[in-house]
């Protein structure tokens, strides 16, 4: 029986959750805002990818920075002179819906083009939770092992463009970078992979090109 109710209370949970997040997505292409959600381990690039989309687009972009403890990276964006939310998430581990929606109602929409949601730093709990974005993009790096793609194929699986980040660091780690590019296709053979290392410059011209192609479509 307490299986039954669990099961019963996650679907009541995860419906709701995916009303709200439809309800974010018109109201983002009510303004013709297109809108990101990246994902990623802790350390894995995001802050860092995040920050070099701004400085090299022409699209007015607004940050919703979501942590346990969120004003770290929202305060890196500021330095960028972007829109920035933090929505602190106190003991979960993942954005939801609802509160990505309070993010929103604080950004000025009527002067952006495109909304970037950093979710909280992990490869499991944001899985299921539909924010209400165009578009999601994890972010991994060589350096949590060649392994982290296989260990965790769920985000992979749900995601529209993969990066496989800090390349440059793959033979100091031991890690082969195409086997993660290889494990993401047999996972989601539809999805695009690009190798990069963000700090250098490298992989960021193509990510940008990636973003402006689903937006066009």
């Known amino acids: 029986m307490h ?50 989309i701004i400085e090299n687009t022409d699209d007015k972009i607004g940050v919703i920075a979501g942590d346990v403890i969120s004003k770290f990276d929202a305060g890196r964006i500021e330095k960028h ?49 539909d924010l209400g974005s165009h578009m999601r993009i994890v972010v991994v790096s060589v350096t949590e092992g060649d392994d982290t793609v296989e260990k965790h194929p769920l985000i992979f699986q749900t995601s529209d463009l993969v990066v496989i980040n800090k390349v440059d660091l793959a033979d100091a780690v031991g890690a082969d970078a195409d086997k993660m590019v290889n494990d993401a296709k047999r996972l989601n053979p539809d999805v695009q992979v690009i190798k990069a290392s963000l700090k250098q410059g490298e992989g960021l011209s193509e990510i940008i090109s990636a973003i402006n192609k689903q937006k066009d479509s």
């Open 3 to 52: 299986n039954v109710a669990d099961v019963e209370v996650q679907k009541n949970i995860m419906d709701a959750n995916k009303r709200l997040a439809n309800r974010n997505k018109e109201n983002l292409e009510e303004k013709n805002i297109f809108c990101v959600d990246f994902v990623g381990a802790i350390g894995s690039g995001k802050t860092t990818l995040i920050e070099n």
């Open 81 to 129: 002179n972007a829109p920035v939310v933090g929505l602190n998430t106190g003991k979960e581990c993942h954005l939801d819906a609802h509160l990505v929606g309070h993010g929103l109602g604080d950004l000025p929409l009527d002067d952006l083009d495109m909304v970037i949601i950093e979710n909280v730093g992990n490869l499991i709990c944001p899985v299921d939770f």
